[in-house]
């Protein structure tokens, strides 16, 4: 064997270790990492001792046992961290996380970006991040960074083509962020719903959530989306698939900022909603649903039917059952459910053998910059050896 493949076959076994570990529902020891490798325990004792003096992995206290040497559980090491952005229509999120999946550092700033400058925005959002990565409670090495933005993103290019809920086109974030963002480090730019995304395949990086193939709807002013499959976001051939919000409800509907007429979000995105409610707030609004009230009633049932119109021929199209509301629609899931779940059953071809299900994703604050930080991590666990020395 040459000395290319035996390097070659290193940096594939390490990897494999570093994933198997993050990936446990409980700390592994050196033996378990060895049984769900098919590695020899003397194999996998060599690579774990190697992720564990990189930093990559970290021993933690053996558990007591019966007879003999009690095994040393293993966990994701907390030196390496990766910076994750957002910039939402409402706020400016940066969050520092590490692969265990703990939040080393962040900040969030409200405010109202609609139709704001790009410049000023990312400038401030520059700012921001500045001041989180100047703050950290401890060193942490970064092996990436992304920014999630809510709208279509030109992934070769880190352009964002066009956010309508923004009014942003033609924006390339980079450069104007390259004061913040330390050196050597590439800034990934993507759409915030296929990001988000991530948060539900994922509850800490590498490991998988209960779902792993479901539909996610981001709900925020409008409504992004994703397709997940296998745990993966199905971005398309250029990287733009997901746009449910875009997706025609009514074409004899209201105009949408896209330009289009009847999209999902002028029925279900959180203006939409409010609006056609009387009121200021998702949680005012589920308030007052619960308590019958008919305004806010009508204004979810409507919700609902566009939703369920949108999201049918979504299923049909992908065979994927499973939807993950995110954002506003999150709040509003119980009171969405019956009527929602009912319409899938009646459009859906596949419903009477699969039933749709409707599912609520867990709050997470910044859930696009939570997840580009995912992704930013999920380098390290494809190639750890780069970051071991």
Same mark, same amino acid.
């Given at each position: 064997?040459?000395?290319?493949?035996?390097? /070659?076959? $290193?940096?594939?076994?390490?990897?494999?270790?570093?994933?198997?570990?993050?990936?446990?529902?409980?700390?592994?020891?050196?033996?378990?990492?060895?049984?769900?490798?098919?590695?020899?325990?003397?194999?996998?004792?060599?690579? +774990?001792?190697?992720?564990?003096?990189?930093?990559?992995?970290?021993?933690?206290?053996?558990?007591?046992?019966?007879?003999?040497?009690?095994?040393?559980?293993?966990?994701?090491?907390?030196?390496?961290?990766?910076?994750?952005?957002?910039?939402?229509?409402?706020?400016?999120?940066?969050?520092?996380?590490?692969?265990?999946?703990?939040?080393?550092?962040?900040?969030?700033?409200?405010?109202?970006?609609?139709?704001?400058?790009?410049?000023?925005? %990312?400038?401030? =959002?520059?700012?921001?991040?500045?001041?989180?990565?100047?703050?950290?409670?401890?060193?942490?090495?970064?092996?990436?960074?992304?920014?999630?933005?809510?709208?279509?993103?030109?992934?070769?290019?880190?352009?964002?083509?066009?956010?309508?809920? %923004?009014?942003?086109?033609?924006?390339?974030?980079?450069?104007?962020?390259?004061?913040?963002?330390?050196?050597?480090?590439?800034?990934?730019?993507?759409?915030?719903?296929? =990001?988000?995304?991530?948060?539900?395949?994922?509850?800490?990086?590498? $490991?998988?959530?209960?779902?792993?193939?479901?539909?996610?709807?981001?709900?925020?002013?409008?409504?992004?989306?994703?397709?997940?499959?296998?745990?993966?976001?199905?971005?398309?051939?250029?990287?733009?698939?997901?746009?449910?919000?875009?997706?025609?409800?009514?074409?004899?509907?209201?105009?949408?900022?896209?330009?289009?007429?009847?999209?999902?979000?002028?029925?279900?995105?959180? /203006?939409?909603?409010?609006?056609?409610?009387?009121?200021?707030?998702?949680?005012?609004?589920?308030?007052?649903?619960?308590?019958?009230?008919?305004?806010?009633?009508?204004?979810?049932?409507?919700?609902?039917?566009?939703?369920?119109?949108? %999201?049918?021929?979504?299923?049909?199209?992908?065979?994927?059952?499973?939807?993950?509301?995110?954002?506003?629609?999150?709040?509003?899931?119980?009171?969405?459910?019956?009527?929602?779940?009912?319409?899938?059953?009646?459009?859906?071809?596949?419903?009477?053998?699969?039933?749709?299900?409707?599912?609520?994703?867990?709050?997470?604050?910044?859930?696009?910059?939570?997840?580009?930080?995912?992704?930013?991590?999920? /380098?390290?666990?494809?190639?750890? +050896?780069?970051?071991?020395?």
């Amino acid at each position: 064997m040459t000395s290319a493949r035996q390097s /070659t076959l $290193r940096a594939t076994n390490l990897a494999l270790v570093a994933r198997t570990v993050c990936a446990a529902a409980l700390p592994p020891s050196r033996a378990d990492v060895a049984a769900a490798t098919s590695m020899t325990r003397a194999t996998a004792s060599r690579l +774990v001792d190697e992720l564990v003096a990189g930093g990559v992995l970290a021993e933690t206290e053996p558990a007591a046992a019966g007879r003999g040497r009690p095994a040393t559980p293993l966990v994701p090491g907390s030196r390496f961290a990766a910076l994750g952005l957002q910039v939402n229509a409402g706020y400016l999120a940066v969050r520092v996380i590490d692969l265990r999946g703990e939040v080393v550092g962040e900040a969030q700033e409200q405010d109202d970006f609609v139709g704001s400058d790009p410049e000023a925005t %990312l400038g401030r =959002l520059a700012r921001l991040c500045r001041r989180v990565l100047g703050d950290l409670p401890r060193p942490v090495t970064l092996t990436g960074a992304g920014l999630a933005l809510p709208g279509l993103v030109a992934a070769e290019t880190g352009t964002l083509l066009r956010a309508p809920n %923004l009014g942003w086109s033609d924006v390339r974030p980079e450069p104007l962020l390259r004061d913040a963002v330390p050196d050597g480090l590439d800034l990934l730019v993507d759409n915030e719903a296929a =990001l988000a995304a991530r948060t539900v395949a994922e509850t800490a990086p590498g $490991r998988p959530g209960a779902v792993s193939d479901f539909v996610y709807l981001s709900g925020e002013i409008g409504i992004g989306g994703a397709a997940v499959l296998g745990g993966s976001v199905m971005s398309g051939r250029h990287g733009w698939a997901g746009e449910i919000g875009h997706v025609t409800a009514d074409p004899n509907g209201p105009r949408c900022r896209c330009g289009s007429t009847g999209c999902l979000e002028t029925y279900a995105g959180r /203006t939409a909603l409010l609006a056609a409610a009387g009121l200021s707030s998702p949680a005012e609004l589920a308030a007052r649903a619960t308590e019958g009230d008919a305004r806010a009633l009508a204004a979810i049932a409507t919700a609902a039917r566009a939703l369920g119109v949108a %999201l049918a021929g979504v299923v049909n199209v992908l065979d994927i059952p499973t939807v993950v509301l995110g954002g506003h629609l999150a709040h509003l899931a119980d009171l969405l459910r019956d009527d929602l779940e009912e319409q899938l059953r009646t459009r859906v071809l596949s419903a009477r053998w699969t039933p749709p299900k409707i599912e609520a994703a867990q709050p997470i604050p910044a859930p696009g910059a939570t997840g580009a930080a995912f992704r930013a991590l999920s /380098t390290l666990l494809a190639d750890p +050896v780069r970051w071991l020395g």
